[in-house]
């Protein structure tokens, strides 16, 4: 079945870029729509953007636009979100999230944390 | 941007009791509302999509129901493993946004 395993915690520092991955298992990329979600320590979920690489078009919440690109690798079924310009409020838990049907979620990735400090 | 609010925000309550947790949208989402179960340092588990549909493997105490605004997660004599934190989620339009949850916690 289907599996998103997601690169390991990072640290940095404020002002610096962040590019966090997600590897497909089990599945093609192609027809993968990938989406990342960040959770805030002891906050709720946010979703950051998302990837649809059978069309090549990505889409972002108006809060990260112009922060945030999201690609996909097909040759290595990896999808990435980058993240620029962080600031210690963007000390979360990433997640890569697989994007079915009606839109819902249905397979996680393991999460990925980010901790900015200077 | 569609606003989900979700209440309550925390619940206590004990093994065997039966809870609803309410989801209300700012506009007509028609029955795109899925509903997600979460416990400490783990990724979110579907549990219902469009409104009423089970993911697989969900056990059938868990149900949902509504469509337009308004939406309901009930779940039926409360087991120890359902104590966690729960979310609803629209995906009517972008950017998809979430309730700010519900903490169910043992009475």
């Known amino acids: 079945q289907v599996q998103l395993a997601q690169s390991g915690a990072e640290v940095r520092t404020p002002g610096s870029s962040v590019k966090v991955s997600c590897n497909v298992s089990?599945?093609?990329?192609?027809?993968?729509?990938v989406s990342w979600v960040r959770q805030a320590p002891g906050d709720g979920l946010k979703w950051v953007g998302r990837?649809?690489?059978?069309?090549?078009?990505?889409h972002y919440a108006q809060q990260f636009q112009g922060r945030v690109t999201i690609t996909a690798d097909e040759s290595t079924n990896t999808a990435y979100m980058e993240l620029r310009s962080v600031t210690s409020e963007d000390t979360a838990v990433y997640f890569c999230?697989?994007?079915?049907?009606?839109?819902?979620?249905?397979?996680w990735g393991q999460g990925s944390l980010l901790t900015v400090s200077s | 941007d569609i606003q989900m609010t979700q209440s309550p925000s925390s619940l206590s309550a004990s093994v065997g009791d039966r809870v609803n947790i309410t989801c209300r949208a700012s506009?007509?989402?028609?029955?795109?509302l899925n509903w997600y179960q979460q416990t400490p340092g783990k990724a979110p588990k579907l549990l219902l999509f469009?409104?009423?549909s089970f993911h697989s493997g969900v056990p059938s105490r868990f149900s949902g129901s509504g469509s337009g605004t308004d939406f309901t997660l009930t779940i039926n004599t409360l087991q120890p493993e359902d104590f966690a934190a729960y979310y609803c989620?629209?995906?009517?339009?972008?950017?998809?946004?979430f309730g700010q949850g519900t903490k169910l916690e043992i009475k």
């Open positions: 469009a409104a009423s």
């Open positions: 999230a697989r994007e079915v049907g009606m839109g819902a979620f249905d397979i």
């Open positions: 990837i649809v690489p059978l069309f090549e078009t990505a």
């Open positions: 989620h629209q995906s009517y339009q972008t950017p998809h946004t």
């Open positions: 089990g599945g093609t990329l192609t027809s993968t729509t």
């Open positions: 506009q007509n989402i028609g029955n795109s």
